[in-house]
Nanobody
Framework: VQYVESGGDLVQPGGSLRLSCAASGITISYAQMGWYRQAPGKQRELVATLRHVGSSDYADSVKGRFTISRDSARNTLYLQMNALKPEDTAVYYC?????????WGQGTQVTVSS
């Protein structure tokens, strides 16, 4: 299983980004998938979950601002991030939820700063 995350960038507070995660070796529409993030000096945390049936959950810190979705034909997971805050700065990863520890990708850096 491999994940390739992309879409991270430097953005001003209040801005938006859409992250992508191209998956191989797994059919994401059959799995419970998650977006995780790790800020400097902090543990990796789960911020959004998408179940195979299509329902989703979010960490309180991102609820109402982030939206997780998938494109089954492209086998790609997305994270739409709006109203970004400096505390959203982190490396973002995708994986199953719970995570398969041997399958972490390189992540994509999101920096929110003016």
């Amino acid at each position: 299983v491999q994940y390739v995350e992309s879409g991270g960038d430097l953005v001003q507070p209040g801005g938006s980004l859409r992250l992508s995660c191209a998956a191989s070796g797994i059919t994401i529409s059959y799995a419970q998938m998650g977006w995780y993030r790790q800020a400097p000096g902090k543990q990796r945390e789960l911020v959004a979950t998408l179940r195979h049936v299509g329902s989703s959950d979010y960490a309180d810190s991102v609820k109402g601002r982030f939206t997780i979705s998938r494109d089954s034909a492209r086998n790609t997971l997305y994270l739409q991030m709006n109203a970004l805050k400096p505390e959203d700065t982190a490396v973002y990863y995708c994986n199953t939820s719970p995570a398969e520890t041997s399958s972490w990708g390189q992540g994509t850096q999101v920096t929110v700063s003016s």
